[in-house]
């Protein structure tokens, strides 16, 4: 059996809002929104390619460390295509992202950018050739 991406799990402080974040500006649907028994608000989102990108809040008595959209070791971001990647970084700012790396070439014809999304989140955007 291929090892395949299940999920990516995010953190928020105000996951609903973080939820319709990325409704907005990805087009996610929000699957569902459920209080687990562990005490976070857990809401399961998929994209428009199926993967799951889960959203929830701190379980009963669990820390938080701080978000971080800055360069760092361990999970540092995860990428989106892009047909447009200036119009997007535009229409992502606008909706309160803000720009960490501006778009640059990396290879003929392919550029990538990095925004941070509201909560601290680090995302790649790709515009390919």
Do not use: C
Not at 63 to 70: I, Q, R, Y
Request: glycine letters at 10%; aromatic letters at 6%; a neutral charge.
């Amino acid at each position: 059996m291929p090892y395949l991406v299940n999920h990516i799990h995010l953190k928020s402080a105000d996951p609903k809002s973080t939820a319709d974040w990325f409704v907005n500006a990805f087009k996610v649907k929000i699957i569902s929104d459920a209080t687990r028994p562990v005490g976070d608000r857990f809401i399961v989102t998929h994209t428009e390619g199926g993967l799951a990108i889960n959203i929830s809040g701190a379980r009963t008595g669990e820390k938080l460390g701080p978000a971080d959209a800055d360069p760092h070791l361990g999970l540092e971001h995860f990428g989106f295509d892009s047909a447009d990647i200036d119009a997007d970084i535009k229409r992502l700012v606008g909706l309160g992202a803000t720009v960490k790396e501006p778009p640059r070439e990396v290879a003929p014809g392919t550029k990538i950018a990095f925004i941070a999304a509201p909560g601290g989140v680090r995302i790649e955007l790709i515009q390919r050739g």
